[in-house]
């Protein structure tokens, strides 16, 4: 899968090295020149690094686009991811846009204009490779329509030396709160979809989502599990 990052910040730089470590073809743009050599220094050489505004047609078309399965723009201003997506899938006919959005006020508009919104860069490397290896990547975007969160919560244990045994999935869900799901769970090697009958462990990765403002509960009611 070919990547384009708008952004070589933490957020693109940790993007780039994270899905280059998974195989697949990155480009980051970034307009910051100091940035630009930053980038050089922390990302493999293979990593096409485009010195340039994002926003900017000519150096999306630097950066692949034209071949890109995916653009994601990870700056912390809400109106140049928006810009660089627009440009992404009007202009190139990129197959998807993610974009990370600071102020949730915005999430409405961006999904207006057919924007897939994240925030955190694990959640968005975990459904690009949930598309790669499972094909449902959809099945989780596709929740985020309405005011929801998708949330990572690393699952633990207050003495995890007395080898606690795990949870069923079906017999936690009292402990959620309502109109939340687990959606996945991974183990540090893969990634699964969460059934009634699914096993918890400490030391699992669990992918939620929830309504807005819930994350808190969420992560409160995981943390009870031992």
Request: hydrophobic content about 40%; some cysteine.
């Amino acid at each position: 899968m070919q990547i384009v990052i708008n952004g070589g910040g933490k957020i693109g730089e940790e993007l780039a090295n994270t899905m280059y470590a998974k195989g697949h073809q990155v480009a980051v743009i970034e307009i910051n020149r100091t940035k630009v050599e930053k980038l050089s220094q922390h990302v493999p050489q293979q990593v096409l690094l485009v010195h340039g505004d994002g926003c900017d047609s000519d150096f999306q078309r630097d950066a692949g686009i034209e071949d890109a399965d995916i653009f994601v723009t990870t700056t912390g201003a809400d109106d140049v991811n928006m810009v660089a997506c627009e440009i992404a899938s009007l202009v190139f006919a990129v197959p998807r846009a993610i974009a990370r959005v600071s102020n949730p006020k915005n999430n409405r508009i961006f999904r207006r204009m057919g924007i897939e919104v994240v925030s955190s860069t694990t959640v968005i490397s975990r459904l690009i490779e949930m598309e790669v290896t499972e094909g449902a990547v959809h099945a989780l975007l596709s929740m985020t329509q309405g005011d929801l969160v998708v949330l990572e919560v690393s699952l633990t244990a207050k003495l995890a030396s007395k080898a606690p045994e795990g949870r069923r999935v079906s017999d936690i869900s009292g402990l959620l709160p309502d109109e939340s799901l687990l959606v996945a769970v991974g183990d540090g090697s893969s990634l699964h979809i969460v059934k009634g009958s699914t096993i918890l462990h400490p030391g699992d990765t669990v992918i939620a989502v929830g309504n807005q403002g819930s994350e808190n509960e969420i992560r409160e009611a995981l943390s009870k599990l031992w």
